[in-house]
């Protein structure tokens, strides 16, 4: 079992009082009528999956139930860093450009 800071609470919480709610910082179509229902299936269900430096958002589900995120390396579970939403990340994720 690993610990996680929330920032919402300024402390570290056990990592069962989480859940992940998949990648951080993706961009809603910016006019979503327009989609062809493809684009919208792809927007909505697909994401990539590699191993690495990730940007994730995560809940604080048993605590203040806030979300914020998380900078985790995928292979290692290793945690990076954690910022609130709207913030941006200091650690760059692999691939990013």
Request: include cysteine.
């Amino acid at each position: 079992m690993f610990h996680i800071y929330c920032p919402h609470c300024c402390e570290y919480r056990e990592e069962e009082e989480f859940h992940a709610a998949g990648q951080a910082h993706i961009a809603r179509p910016l006019d979503p009528d327009a989609c062809t229902d493809k684009e919208w299936g792809e927007f909505m269900y697909f994401r990539p999956n590699p191993r690495g430096i990730r940007h994730e958002l995560w809940v604080h589900a048993a605590g203040c139930r806030k979300y914020f995120n998380v900078t985790r390396n995928t292979q290692t579970y290793e945690i990076k860093e954690v910022y609130k939403v709207g913030e941006k990340p200091s650690v760059v994720a692999d691939g990013a450009k």
